[in-house]
């Protein structure tokens, strides 16, 4: 995907408007292209055509009755209308099409709505929503309604298609669903699914053209997060669906904030302990500390000191893309790679030390070198909790032997050393 900043035509024949909504556009990261006319935006196009979006007033001087909405349309830019108008007929008439949205210009938060539309257009294409009924109409015009909208849209007839859909795809946060259907009904799926997908994962939509008053209460006590009732508005259909995936997205951020280190974005302490517990036996651990590092703080200014921290979870991470990789703190590190090699994790290990020794930092205060001390424990049967004990004490050996160094070995128990090798500068 290209890294260029989206651009967004803004169409607006008011000076007054188009200046602080391009403004919020460009805040908001986005490249603001302003068109007061119809003229313009045909010269917009005419130049370069590639929008993520439209925003755009229904009545322009020479377009007065919306004429510029089928242009945006034809030329596949999603189009949201931001319009003084705001009488049924005016509504229904662009509703009609296939644009994002309608938001009358009286709200006091319009502007802050059409950013939030935005937001969605960008990030909604990497979205995929699960539709689940039936009727092959009813799945369709609801891939129509959620594809304006710019989501992946992924169909299923019944539950057990459902079913095999999510453990097949990934990257699905909202399923909606219809009730009645062959085998499996809505409710009984929604159960099912939440025995093994909870609310932070993706969230669910009931949906049923069922007179029956307790329709929803059993949808939501079943696991759903929503539920409408056929026939449903189109706007109502939108906000629903938007407010279920950002609650997602919200939960999902919540528990990477408590997973993360917010420096270096690797797993926390907590988090590290929590993905080990799933994990079979046979493990090496080692635990990787910046030399001299206080002496860095106090010598370059703790912002070096964070740049250092920074560019050893970077290599880190290359070094050893396929294992959890975790800062426990400071200027500590800690691997875990599930049944390895003591001899090859020893040389990778060696590898990073030397990678990071061999680097020249630029700082306001001249050129840094740092090393790094690391201890290594590698055990088939040993606890988690005493390799890393094996592997502070092989840590402490290398630091005590000159740092810059790797120290470390295999254990046939949590307290008896088969084999220790080192390597070093």
């Known amino acids: 995907m290209s ?24 805040k908001n990261g986005f490249e603001a292209v302003p068109a007061t006319s119809m003229a313009e935006v045909r010269q917009a196009l005419a130049e370069d055509p590639r929008f993520m979006a439209a925003v755009a007033d229904y009545c322009l001087p020479d377009a007065p009755t919306g004429e510029v909405l089928p242009l945006l349309l034809e030329n596949r830019i999603p189009t949201v209308v931001l319009t003084a108008h705001n009488d049924m007929q005016t509504r229904e008439r662009v509703l009609g099409m296939p644009v994002v949205d309608y938001i009358p210009k009286e709200s006091p938060s319009a502007f802050e709505y ?3 539309m935005l937001r969605r257009i960008r990030v909604n294409p990497g979205i995929k929503v699960l539709v689940v009924d039936d009727s092959q109409a009813v799945r369709q015009f609801l891939r129509m309604q959620l594809e304006r909208h710019r989501y992946q849209v992924l169909e299923a007839a019944d539950a057990e298609q459902a079913m095999d859909t999510l453990r097949r795809e990934s990257g699905i946060r909202l399923i ?5 259907m062959p085998g499996m009904d809505g409710v009984r799926m929604t159960s099912t699914i939440r025995r093994f997908m909870d609310h932070t994962r993706l969230a669910i939509i009931g949906i049923s053209g069922s007179q029956d008053p307790t329709m929803t209460a059993r949808f939501i006590k079943a696991g759903a997060d929503d539920y409408l009732q056929k026939p449903f508005n189109y706007e109502e259909f939108f906000c629903r669906v938007t407010r279920n995936v950002e609650f ?7 528990k990477e904030s408590a997973n993360k280190d917010p420096l270096t974005g690797l797993s926390n302490r907590r988090h590290f302990f929590e993905q080990v517990a799933s994990l079979h036996e046979g493990y090496g651990v080692a635990m990787l500390d910046i030399d001299l590092f206080k002496a860095i703080n106090d010598n370059y200014g703790h ?17 050893f893309p396929d294992d959890i990789v975790a800062r426990f703190g400071g200027e500590e590190f800690v691997i875990l790679a599930q049944a390895p090699d003591a001899n090859d994790m020893l040389r990778q290990l060696d590898k990073l030390r030397r990678a990071l ?69």
């Open 114 to 116: 059409v950013m939030k």
């Open 303 to 319: 912002d070096v000191g964070d740049q250092v921290i920074c560019q050893t979870a970077r290599l880190l991470e290359s070094f």
């Open 248 to 254: 997602v997205e919200n939960l999902q951020a919540l």
């Open 3 to 26: 890294t260029a900043t989206p651009r967004i035509l803004v169409i607006e024949d008011s000076l007054m408007l188009i200046r602080p909504l391009c403004r919020m556009v460009n």
């Open 357 to 425: 020794a061999n680097q020249v930092m630029s700082t306001p205060q001249g050129d840094l070198r740092f090393s790094v001390s690391i201890g290594m424990a590698v055990g088939q049967h040993a606890e988690i909790s005493n390799l890393l004990k094996r592997a502070d004490t092989y840590l402490y050996q290398a630091k005590q032997s000159g740092r810059n160094q790797v120290c470390g070995g295999a254990v046939a128990t949590a307290d008896s050393p088969v084999a220790a090798q080192a390597a070093g500068a």
């Open 176 to 180: 909606l669903t219809d009730h009645d």
